[in-house]
């Protein structure tokens, strides 16, 4: 399961980055629980909030697809879409002023990598593929 590993290391430091980002806001605006009603604080928590809520999924069905054999080339395209989708949105959450075209197509693609690992794991597991 390498390329899931591969996939979940990538992860794994913008996980720690985001983190980083929420713990120099909080010290910033003096906040330990919460926001604080501080906007960039806020923005630093639902960023690191939105990648895990949304990696664990893709990694279950990656490392689940890579386990049942599916073809290696889908998995790094898939593996690959959903880094670039959370660090598009990750690193730009709240560094528009109004509609962030990077968080928008981040949220799209890293949507678009479940679902289509949904609909192989779906083939993979009625024996459709």
């Known amino acids: 399961m390498t390329i899931t590993l591969i996939t ?8 720690i980055y985001l983190s980083f980002n929420v713990s120099k806001h909080r010290g910033r ?7 604080g009603g501080d906007d960039k604080l806020a923005h630093a928590i639902r960023a690191h909030g939105n990648l895990t809520e949304f990696a664990p999924m893709a990694l279950i069905l990656l490392g689940l697809l890579e386990y ?14 959903f ?3 959370r ?19 981040g949220t799209i693609l890293s949507w678009l990598v479940i679902v289509l690992a949904s609909v192989l794991g779906l083939l993979k597991g009625y024996h459709l593929m």
């Not at 049942?68 to 879409?81: C, D, F, S």
């Not at 598009?88 to 928008?104: A, C, S």
């Open 83 to 85: 880094v670039l989708g």
């Open 29 to 35: 605006a003096k906040v330990s629980i919460g926001d």
């Open 8 to 15: 979940a290391s990538f992860l794994g430091l913008l996980l």
């Open 68 to 81: 049942q054999g599916t073809n290696p080339l889908y998995i790094m395209v898939l593996g690959a879409a």
């Open 87 to 105: 660090l598009m949105h990750g690193l730009t959450f709240g560094k528009f002023e109004g509609r962030n075209p990077y968080r928008f197509w």
